[in-house]
């Protein structure tokens, strides 16, 4: 999981060609010239009455001033400050040196486990697609025209540049990693830019162009050269960084002096690999300023705790609603703050909420499996529920990964008859992963071994910074270079960010549990192939009739939306899907109050996801009102509000509870 896409470019794509050219405003500015100040602009305006006094309007709030240019910031260096840069920049590259040396000592230690040179196979896939790419020279030399004509394109833009002077107010920006004003009003770093977009998009295009891969090979050979493009910016630089160059020289060094401090502090919390620091992690404390809906631990076991929400209406429906987040990450991103917290908006619609908290899992639960979570799982929870609320139905969530599961849960309990869980819903969930997006680049052959050595090496687990890891390089620009720049060039600190923290506090993952996801689902397909069996039944979704809700996410690049709407397919009974607008979390979290992004509704369900589309009406704002309409038709008559404690389950402790509070090592 990672955090909301909010209109920043994806990572995957540079901004394709170059910057638009706004219009030249030369006449007026020739026009003020030829009239000399203080001149009235003509002999009626001489001779008029001066006008009424205006009432005086409030003073603007004044505009910050801008950024020093480059040049200007250089010529006003002297002696003595660039003696104290000198000495700065010699201690960041000592601080440098000892940091390396130290990492370096850390990884040349013996491992029990083998090391993985090309432990994702992009060798072979950058090979494969070179071959074929031999063998079609006209994909070739018509790639090589078009980013020729770009360059001409480009080189023809700066020439006029250079004549005429840049066009007034700058350019627009369209990639945020181009925000200061230096790449514009520069001649140097603008031609650079446009340079560095033009060849990333002819690399982007070279993929894409490429004939006779399997999607597989493309899928990965795409996906490492975004990689690859992305890690090459100019931005990502010290000396090509107009705004870390300046940060540089204003401060004496002082800004390189602070981001090595920083780099060093992130090296050391990874134990030598690098875990990247995203946010104020000190700012936030489980209970008091984040996940403060109020409500109890009524369960626990050995995989679970179990939270009932207090009730903030007089009456709530009949059926409660049991969610199961995805145990990648913790719950409380339904509860980070009042202000966006899906709990305490569906508790404030009546809802008797409750929600599992997954354990965090160490070395002793390694062989823990994917029917673990089922059995000690939702099945455990499923029971607590009806024992604490003494009806005998309940409605359910699964988002991501805990959509995968409920899916597997009622396709066993379809084939047993149970009939405990009349509804469920699934926020950006898969059961079908043909489309599953860059992850799968995560779990071919290659990919699982390598994991499987990594588990292995530590202690029967992965380890979270490796899901840290992975899920950043899915939106590198925004989750690495970002704060390559921002923390280590500028030496910044991250400030208090709720939704950063949830993503920096990940979760470690079974290695039973893990390996049997990766290859099943996502490598092999098995369940929307109908080629699993789970506890000794087979699993056929087409047998799960029970009212099911799909909400996907146009932007989602963990569960892409026609990936979730080829799994809304695999059910036998009546399915509602939903399209919102953004992402994998800003597309789910996205309260009314906030008037945000927009869904899409289409009561009917083609064959395909385009249909659907084509078909589907745009409304505004949230979702959230359209799947309580829906959740509330079947939620039954009203009933006196239910506190925890009230049914046959005792309250353990105080929400959020004990096991979200365990943090992995980094």
């Known amino acids: 999981m990672t955090p909301p896409e909010d209109g920043s470019q994806r990572s995957g794509k ?118 074929h790419l031999i063998m079609q020279p006209e994909t070739v030399r018509d790639a090589f025209a078009n980013l020729w004509k770009r360059y001409a394109d480009i080189w023809e833009r700066h020439a006029l540049n250079l004549m005429m002077g840049p066009p007034e107010g700058g350019e627009p920006v369209r990639d945020k990693r181009f925000k200061d004003p230096e790449w514009s009003t520069n001649p140097g770093f603008a031609l650079m830019r446009d340079a560095y977009l033009a060849t990333a998009q002819f690399f982007i295009d070279l993929v894409e162009r490429t004939e006779g891969l399997d999607d597989a090979a493309k899928r990965k050979a795409a996906f490492f050269m975004r990689q690859a493009v992305d890690a090459a910016s100019p931005s990502n630089f010290l000396l090509t960084n107009p705004a870390a160059l300046r940060a540089l020289i204003e401060t004496r060094g002082e800004s390189l002096k602070k981001g090595m401090e920083n780099f060093a502090r992130d090296l050391k919390r990874g134990g030598g690999a690098l875990a990247i620091t995203q946010t104020d992690m000190t700012a936030f404390k489980l209970g008091e300023n984040i996940a403060t809906s109020p409500g109890k631990v009524v369960f626990r076991n050995q995989l679970i705790e179990l939270l009932q929400y207090e009730p903030t209406t007089e009456t709530v429906h009949e059926v409660p609603l049991l969610i199961f987040p995805p145990w990648i990450n913790k719950f409380y991103i339904l509860d980070l703050q009042p202000k966006n917290s899906m709990i305490r908006w569906l508790v404030s619609q009546g809802h008797t909420v409750f929600v599992a908290s997954w354990v965090n899992p160490d070395a002793e639960m390694a062989e823990a499996t994917f029917e673990d979570y089922m059995r000690d799982g939702v099945f455990a929870a499923v029971k607590a529920v009806l024992d604490a609320t003494g009806v005998d139905r309940v409605n359910t969530v699964g988002y991501c990964i805990g959509g995968t599961l409920l899916a597997a849960c009622l396709g066993y309990m379809a084939n047993k008859g149970d009939r405990r869980i009349q509804s469920a819903t699934f926020f950006a969930s898969q059961s079908d992963f043909e489309l599953a997006g860059d992850l799968k680049v995560f779990a071919d052959k290659t990919a699982i071994e390598y994991l499987s050595d990594r588990i292995d090496q530590h202690g029967g687990f992965l380890d979270a910074q490796a899901m840290a890891d992975t899920f950043n390089a899915l939106r590198a620009n925004d989750l690495i270079w970002n704060y390559i720049v921002d923390n280590y060039y500028l030496g910044n600190k991250p400030p208090p960010f709720d939704l950063l923290y949830w993503n920096s506090d990940q979760t470690r993952m079974p290695r039973a549990l893990h390996l049997f996801y990766l290859n099943r689902f996502y490598h092999e397909n098995a369940m929307a192939k109908n080629e699993m069996t789970l506890l000794g039944e087979p699993i056929r979704l087409a047998k799960v009739k029970i009212p099911i809700y799909m909400q996907s996410s146009k932007e989602d690049h963990i569960a892409p939306a026609a990936s979730v709407y080829r799994s809304a397919k695999l059910f036998g009974g009546p399915v509602t899907f939903t399209l919102a607008g953004s992402g994998h979390i800003a597309g789910v979290i996205n309260p009314p109050s906030a008037n945000k992004y927009q869904h899409w509704v289409n009561p009917k369900l083609p064959d395909t996801f385009e249909e659907w589309l084509e078909g589907a009406e745009e409304r505004p704002g949230s979702w959230w009102p359209h799947w309580n309409d829906w959740l509330a038709k079947i939620s039954g008559p009203d009933a006196p509000a239910r506190h925890p404690g009230d049914g046959d389950l005792p309250v353990l402790g105080e929400a959020p509870g004990e096991y979200v509070k365990v943090r992995s090592a980094a």
């Open 14 to 131: 540079p901004a394709e060609g170059a910057p638009a050219k706004p219009r030249r405003k030369r006449a007026a500015a020739k026009k003020a010239q030829s009239t000399p100040a203080g001149a009235p602009a003509s002999k009626e305006a001489a001779v008029s009455a001066p006008p009424a006094p205006r009432p005086a309007a409030a003073s603007p709030e004044p505009k910050p001033a801008p950024a020093a240019s480059l040049p200007e910031v250089f010529a006003a260096q002297t002696p003595e400050s660039l003696a104290d840069l000198s000495r700065n920049i010699a201690e960041a590259m000592n601080q440098a040196n000892s940091v390396f040396a130290d990492a370096f000592l850390r990884h040349a230690r013996p491992t029990p486990a083998p090391q993985h040179i090309d432990p994702f196979g992009v060798g072979p896939a950058m090979a494969e697609m070179w071959s």
